[in-house]
T-cell receptor
Framework: KNEVEQSPQNLTAQEGEFITINCSYS?????LHWLQQHPGGGIVSLFM???GKKKHGRLIATINIQEKHSSLHITASHPRDSAVYIC??????????FGGGTRLMVKP | ETGVTQSPTHLIKTRGQQVTLRCSSQ?????VSWYQQALGQGPQFIFQ???????GRGNFPPRFSGLQFPNYSSELNVNALELDDSALYLC???????????FGQGTRLTVV
């Protein structure tokens, strides 16, 4: 079993839909990152969380430390949101352990 | 723009050859980590350098080695390339006081 599990692996939505991507982890962490990866490979950091909730524009990230679970929400989704969304946890030694990613496609 | 630059962006090598990938970052980002991302998978931790010393290593053989320089740039060296080494190689840098990670665009290595 991987230390970081994401669901779903693939997600197709219509423009305007509310989207939720889930991340569960099994290790103790100091922080959790939500990352966005576009075709071509570059990774952009969306959020870094250690507790509670953060919001940036149409993106909202929440984390429940007791349940070892985090969610990334996208409101009013748009085709430009199409990308791979990756959850990564920071544990001992400051290294990141990544989930397998969720491939999101938003259709117009 | 993350301030982290990787070179080259694409590279094709022959099995058995050696390759050096480079990463440069902003001043003060004294921790650099390298990751391997196979197609369709999440990145896997290779190793981390802090103040020019290896500070952690993932499950990769010794033919994967690295260097970090005083100007915060870093290299990933892979010897005796194998076909399975074909992947996207990412570096991520961070400061000591801020665990936010800044990623480069990656180097896509193809071994034929």
């Amino acid at each position: 079993k991987n230390e970081v599990e994401q669901s779903p692996q693939n997600l197709t939505a219509q423009e305007g839909e509310f989207i939720t991507i889930n991340c569960s982890y099994s290790v103790g962490i100091s922080a959790l990152h939500w990352l966005q990866q576009h075709p071509g490979g570059g990774i952009v950091s969306l959020f870094m969380l250690s507790s509670g909730k953060k919001k940036h524009g149409r993106l909202i990230a929440t984390i429940n430390i007791q349940e070892k679970h985090s969610s990334l929400h996208i409101t009013a989704s748009h085709p430009r949101d199409s990308a791979v969304y990756i959850c990564a946890v920071r544990s001992s030694g400051n290294m990141l352990t990544f989930g397998g990613g969720t491939r999101l496609m938003v259709k117009p | 723009e993350t301030g982290v630059t990787q070179s080259p962006t694409h590279l094709i090598k022959t099995r058995g050859q050696q390759v050096t990938l480079r990463c440069s970052s902003q001043s003060g980002h004294n921790t650099v980590s390298w990751y391997q991302q196979a197609l369709g998978q999440g990145p896997q931790f290779i190793f981390q350098y802090y103040r020019e010393e290896e500070n952690g290593r993932g499950n990769f053989p010794p033919r994967f080695s690295g260097l970090q320089f005083p100007n915060y740039s870093s290299e990933l060296n892979v010897n005796a390339l194998e076909l399975d080494d074909s992947a996207l190689y990412l570096c991520a840098t961070q400061t000591l006081t801020n665990t936010e990670a800044f990623f480069g665009q990656g180097t896509r290595l193809t071994v034929v």
